[in-house]
C-alpha cells in the first residue's frame, strides 16, 4: 500500500508538470492571420454595357405584282436563299397570250408604217410632176407621222406584257434567310395580297442600342483623344450569357434625342458567320446571331488604360458606400472608403481612396475589424488564375 501511495503520488506530480506548460500555450494565442493582396496599377480595358437589339442591316417584303394563281414554291421555309434564286412561280399562259398578241399587233404596226413610209415617198417624187399635189403629201406625211406614233404605243404595250410576264417568276432581290410562306400553291394571288414572305439578310448584322445623354457625353470625352469611334469595339453578350465571338464596330449615331427617354441610338455593325457545326448539317443553316434578338452590349477601349485594381471579393458595402481593409502600420487593421470606377465581377477599378503598394485584405474578413492587429500574409491566388490571365491577354490582342 506504501509502494502504491508513492507511485500515485509522482504521476500526479508528472501531470501538473505536463499540464502547465500546455495551459499556458493555449492561452496565449496570436493575432489572426488574414490573407493581403498588394494595390497595383494594371491595365484595364475600358467596358460600358447597354441593352441592344440586333438587326438585320436588309429587310425585304416579297409581294406579287400581278393577280395571278400560285403554281410552284421553290424553296425551303427557314433556309438561306441567294440573290436572283427562284422563290415563287405564278400561272404563265394568260401573260404569255397577252404577250404573243402584243407582239403581233407590233407587227401589224410595222407593216403599216411601212406602207406609210412608201406612200409618201411616192407623193413626194410625183410632187414635182403635173400630177402631183401638196395637199397629198401633207395627208401622207400626217399619215406616217399617225402610224409611227401607233407604233411606239404598240412597242410599249409590248413591253408591258413582257415586265408583267416576268412578275410572273418572283426570285430573291438579296442574299438571306427567308421566312414562312404566307400564301399556298393553288390560291390566287395580288398585289392586294400583302406580303408573301419575308427576306432578312444574315452576315453582317447590326446591334442596335440607346444611350443616355449623359452616358454619350461621357464616351464621347473618353475617346475623343483616342481615336473617337474608331478606339471603341463592339462586344455582345447572348441571351444565355455567353460572350459572342466576334467584334464589330460602331458605324451610325443617331442625329436626334428621344424626347420621352433621353437618349440616342448608336449602331453598330458586326460578323455573323456561319456556326461551324451547321455548314454542311442541313440546308436551314444556324448562325449566332438573329434579327430582332435581344443583347447586351459591350463598348471596349481597344487600348487598355492603367489603373489602380484590386480584387472586388476585397471590397465590402454598406450603406455609406465602398470600402476595404487595409493593413496599416503596426499590422492594425484601417477601414479605408474607396470610390470604384469600371468593374469586373473579378476586378474592381480604384478611383480613389488607394496608393499604389498597400496591403489589402483579401481572405480572412470576417475576422478583420479597425483597429485590430493582425497577423498578414500573401492571400492563395484563385482557381485557373493563370488560365484567366492568358485568356485576358489573348483577348486583348
Given at each position: 500500500m506504501r509502494r502504491l501511495r508513492n507511485a500515485l503520488i509522482v504521476t500526479l506530480g508528472l501531470a501538473g508538470g505536463l499540464a502547465g506548460p500546455a495551459a499556458a500555450q493555449f492561452g496565449a494565442a496570436g493575432p489572426p492571420a488574414v490573407g493581403v493582396v498588394r494595390v497595383e496599377r494594371q491595365p484595364v480595358t475600358e467596358t460600358s454595357e447597354f441593352v441592344g437589339r440586333i438587326q438585320a442591316t436588309d429587310r425585304v417584303n416579297l409581294v406579287a405584282r400581278v393577280t395571278a394563281f400560285l403554281e410552284e414554291i421553290h424553296f425551303t421555309e427557314g433556309a438561306e436563299v441567294k440573290k436572283g434564286a427562284l422563290l415563287y412561280r405564278l400561272e404563265q399562259p394568260p401573260f404569255q397570250a397577252d404577250l404573243q398578241a402584243k407582239?403581233?399587233?407590233?407587227?401589224?404596226?410595222?407593216?403599216?408604217?411601212?406602207?406609210?413610209?412608201?406612200?409618201?415617198?411616192?407623193?413626194?417624187?410625183?410632187?414635182?410632176?403635173?400630177?402631183?399635189?401638196?395637199?397629198?403629201?401633207?395627208?401622207?406625211?400626217?399619215?406616217?407621222?399617225?402610224?409611227?406614233?401607233?407604233?411606239?404605243?404598240?412597242?410599249?404595250?409590248?413591253?408591258?406584257?413582257?415586265?408583267?410576264?416576268?412578275?410572273?417568276?418572283?426570285?430573291?432581290?438579296?442574299?438571306?434567310?427567308?421566312?414562312?410562306?404566307?400564301?399556298?400553291?393553288?390560291?390566287?394571288?395580288?398585289?392586294?395580297?400583302?406580303?408573301?414572305?419575308?427576306?432578312?439578310?444574315?452576315?453582317?448584322?447590326?446591334?442596335?442600342?440607346?444611350?443616355?445623354?449623359?452616358?454619350?457625353?461621357?464616351?464621347?470625352?473618353?475617346?475623343?483623344?483616342?481615336?473617337?469611334?474608331?478606339?471603341?469595339?463592339?462586344?455582345v453578350r447572348l441571351p444565355d450569357g455567353?460572350?459572342?465571338?466576334?467584334?464589330?464596330?460602331?458605324?451610325?449615331?443617331?442625329?436626334?434625342?428621344?424626347?420621352?427617354?433621353?437618349?440616342?441610338?448608336?449602331?453598330?455593325?458586326?460578323?455573323?458567320?456561319?456556326?461551324?457545326?451547321?455548314?454542311?448539317?442541313?440546308v436551314v443553316a444556324a448562325r449566332e446571331l438573329t434579327d430582332g434578338e435581344f443583347v447586351s452590349v459591350l463598348l471596349e477601349g481597344i487600348n487598355p488604360v492603367e489603373a489602380l485594381t484590386v480584387p472586388r471579393a476585397a471590397v465590402l458595402s454598406d450603406q455609406t458606400g465602398d470600402y476595404v481593409y487595409v493593413v496599416g502600420a503596426g499590422n492594425k487593421i484601417e477601414q479605408r472608403r474607396v470610390q470604384l470606377g469600371q468593374s469586373s465581377p473579378t476586378t474592381a477599378v480604384v478611383m480613389s481612396g488607394l496608393s499604389p503598394g498597400e496591403m489589402v485584405v483579401l481572405e480572412g474578413l470576417q475576422r478583420a475589424r479597425p483597429g485590430l492587429v493582425v497577423a498578414p500574409g500573401p492571400a492563395s491566388p484563385p482557381p485557373n488564375a493563370h488560365a484567366a490571365a492568358g485568356g485576358a491577354g489573348a483577348k486583348q490582342d
Open positions: 407582239a403581233a399587233t407590233v407587227q401589224q404596226m410595222q407593216a403599216q408604217l411601212q406602207n406609210a413610209e412608201i406612200t409618201l415617198h411616192r407623193a413626194e417624187t410625183l410632187l414635182h410632176t403635173p400630177a402631183g399635189q401638196q395637199s397629198t403629201v401633207d395627208d401622207a406625211r400626217a399619215n406616217e407621222l399617225s402610224y409611227q406614233a401607233q407604233m411606239m404605243q404598240a412597242q410599249a404595250n409590248l413591253r408591258v406584257s413582257q415586265i408583267n410576264l416576268g412578275y410572273t417568276e418572283i426570285r430573291a432581290p438579296i442574299d438571306g434567310k427567308i421566312g414562312r410562306t404566307a400564301v399556298t400553291i393553288g390560291n390566287v394571288v395580288s398585289p392586294s395580297s400583302g406580303t408573301l414572305t419575308t427576306i432578312v439578310s444574315q452576315d453582317p448584322m447590326y446591334v442596335v442600342f440607346p444611350v443616355s445623354v449623359r452616358e454619350a457625353i461621357d464616351l464621347r470625352q473618353r475617346y475623343r483623344d483616342k481615336g473617337g469611334l474608331d478606339a471603341v469595339l463592339i462586344r455567353r460572350l459572342y465571338g466576334q467584334a464589330g464596330k460602331v458605324d451610325f449615331v443617331d442625329n436626334t434625342i428621344s424626347a420621352n427617354t433621353d437618349t440616342i441610338i448608336l449602331r453598330g455593325v458586326i460578323a455573323n458567320p456561319l456556326l461551324a457545326a451547321e455548314k454542311e448539317a442541313s
